[in-house]
């Protein structure tokens, strides 16, 4: 342990806020606790809040272990509208109309994509190619080729479906990209769709309601109290 750090070791469970990125947030923890590393499992866009997991110390060794979790979200789909992005931050591609659409319609198209299937993850995502994260180079407006990949969607349940807004619930495998999902809907649906919000609820058996708010992590001492120890992350 180099001098001047403190040697702890854990597991946190955060509630990321809006606007802030997953690297942000780890490194908040990283000074707050005076820990040599810190390390997340998972990104979660600016634009998306809930459940990040926090490793602290030894246990960012276990990254790969967490990562590869099954993951729990609510989201709210824009249906009529494409953006570049996958989500309404981005410069919208094309507006239709959706009247046409009705919740009995989007149920039974949701339930199409339970089960195994493949999917092209975004150009706006932190997949890295060449040394490059492909948003890096969708912000420089070069798009390159990806391989589609397998993934689960265990649960697509539609939860209500109002003035435009599809709201649901997708329990999936990791690496599963919603505003992919999003689009893919909407592209069945004929009209185009684009995530609203989103909101990741659990990573395996860690749920959101048990993380801590953003606004308590200036507190050291709560910080420790609600750090899983890494002798509990090994058993």
């Known amino acids: 342990m180099f001098k001047g750090y403190n040697d702890i070791s854990g597991l946190l469970l955060l509630d990321k806020p809006l606007d802030v990125t997953s690297f942000k947030v780890a490194y908040k923890i990283k ?16 634009a998306a809040t809930g459940l990040l997991l926090i490793l602290v110390g030894k246990a960012t060794k276990l990254q790969d ?94 939860l209500s479906y109002y003035e435009d807004v599809v709201k649901a619930r997708i329990e999936c495998s990791s690496g599963t990209y919603i505003r992919t999902l999003a689009q893919d809907l909407g ?21 959101v309601k048990d993380a801590l708010s953003f606004e308590y992590t200036e507190d050291v001492e709560v910080v420790k109290n609600k750090l899983i120890c890494y002798e509990e992350l090994i058993k």
């Open 65 to 158: 272990k967490f990562m590869k979790k099954d993951k729990v979200y609510v989201s709210s789909f824009l249906l009529g509208t494409v953006t570049d992005s996958g989500d309404i931050y981005g410069n919208i591609i094309s507006k239709k109309t959706v009247a046409s659409i009705n919740i009995e319609r989007i149920e039974k198209v949701a339930k199409t994509f339970e089960g195994e299937i493949f999917q092209i993850p975004p150009m706006y995502s932190a997949l890295k190619q060449n040394g490059k994260k492909l948003y890096e180079l969708a912000r420089q407006g070069i798009e390159v080729e990806r391989k589609s990949r397998k993934i689960t969607i265990k649960r697509f349940d539609i």
């Open 31 to 46: 000074k707050v606790l005076n820990a040599k590393k810190t390390g997340h499992c998972g990104t979660l866009d600016p």
């Open 187 to 207: 592209n069945i649906l004929g009209c185009g769709a684009a995530v609203k919000s989103l909101r990741r609820e659990k990573i395996d058996v860690f749920d």
